[in-house]
């Protein structure tokens, strides 16, 4: 959802994503409240808690709605809530979470590094025939993904 310019999960959702209590989720936050900056999590107002979750001229039914405003977490404030957390399912989520980006950082840099020795190579042979440059032409080609092909509408 998209809260003040952002885009956020709500705590209540998050509990159940992490299979904790919304309550201990929030526990385990203002413990850790320094992990949270603003760019990670922000309370919501009041007016923004009637606008989003609230009916104006409804009641409250026990047991369905909270007294405290809930928190809006970003991107980066779900990833710190994963390490803050301790059930199996927020332990299994931060260690994924790390295997992913340990991956990512992998790939990274072994396609930076055969950029950067494919332009050496390049610039080297220069000097030589076209048929080297073809030659890089074609790699760089097969470097790029493929663009996928547009579906036709209509009759054939």
């Known amino acids: 959802m998209l809260i003040r310019g952002r885009k956020v999960m709500l705590d209540s959702d ?14 385990q936050v203002r413990r850790n409240i320094d992990r949270f900056p603003d760019d990670f999590m922000f309370q919501l107002t009041r007016e923004e808690y009637n606008e989003l ?7 409250l039914k026990r047991g369905q709605h909270s007294k405290y405003l809930p928190y809006a977490f970003t991107e980066h404030g779900i990833l710190m809530l994963s390490s803050v957390l301790n059930s199996k399912k927020a332990i299994q989520v931060n260690i994924q979470i790390m295997r992913t980006f340990v991956k990512l950082r ?50 054939r």
């Open 106 to 155: 992998q790939i990274l840099s072994t396609n930076k590094e055969l950029v950067h020795k494919l332009s050496q190579l390049e610039r080297e042979t220069e000097k030589h025939d076209a048929e080297i440059q073809a030659i890089f032409k074609a790699i760089r080609q097969i470097m790029t993904p493929p663009e996928k092909p547009k579906k036709r509408i209509g009759y």
């Open 14 to 27: 998050l509990a159940v994503l992490y299979g904790v209590e919304t309550k201990q989720l929030t526990r």
């Open 53 to 59: 979750l609230r009916c104006q001229i409804g009641t």
